[in-house]
């Protein structure tokens, strides 16, 4: 019986330190080890997803990983969560698109906090607040950004080549789906 009421406080300390955001995320409250959370029990360190993932559903073998399916490495909502190999998770890692579909490659990729974010989307944040408030940055940085600015639409450009036919179809569908309504 004792072990029962055991795990009962377990989950429920684990479910306390959840924030369940818009998204559908669990978010960790809790803290942090290179952006994934962690938790305690009986005085051995758990990383929360893999702790809940086996909870929920199977043990992890060492030749397996739990990959987010969401990207959010703070999350612990077991249906965001899927076991994969080893090497099946580094490939899941090497070519992803940021949420503007340029491409994760070294180049064009800046860590920040173990989170990847995208150089061409960063640059042009950067350029359009240069460009919004120009009052506010020398004109020696301005100039500065807007140099960089070829590289970003080279890489738009090289993007475009690559995928045309994705772009194409997609104008082509969007397209139809006009002339339908
Ligand atoms: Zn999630
Ligand atoms: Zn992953
Ligand atoms: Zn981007």
Not at 2 to 18: D, N, Y
Not at 33 to 40: D, K, M
Not at 142 to 167: D, S, T
Request: hydrophobic share 25%.
């Amino acid at each position: 019986m004792s072990s029962i009421t055991g795990e009962k406080a377990v989950i429920s300390r684990f479910l306390s330190k959840v924030k369940i955001t818009d998204s559908g995320c669990w978010n960790w409250k809790d803290s942090l080890t290179f952006g994934y959370g962690h938790f305690w029990i009986k005085q051995k360190k758990y990383s929360s997803h893999r702790w809940i993932y086996e909870y929920c559903y199977d043990s992890i073998p060492n030749e397996y990983a739990i990959h987010h399916k969401c990207e959010n490495k703070k999350c612990c909502n077991p249906c965001h969560l899927e076991k994969v190999t080893s090497l099946e998770h580094k490939q899941k890692h090497i070519i992803t698109y940021c949420k503007k579909g340029h491409e994760f490659n070294t180049e064009n990729t800046y860590l920040w906090q173990n989170t990847r974010l995208c150089r061409i989307c960063r640059t042009n944040n950067v350029y359009r607040y240069c460009k919004n408030n120009p009052e506010k940055v020398k004109a020696s940085e301005l100039k500065y950004h807007i140099i960089h600015r070829p590289k970003r639409i080279e890489y738009g450009r090289l993007y475009r080549l690559k995928n045309r036919q994705l772009i194409n179809e997609n104008q082509r569908r969007s397209r139809r789906e006009k002339h339908v309504y």
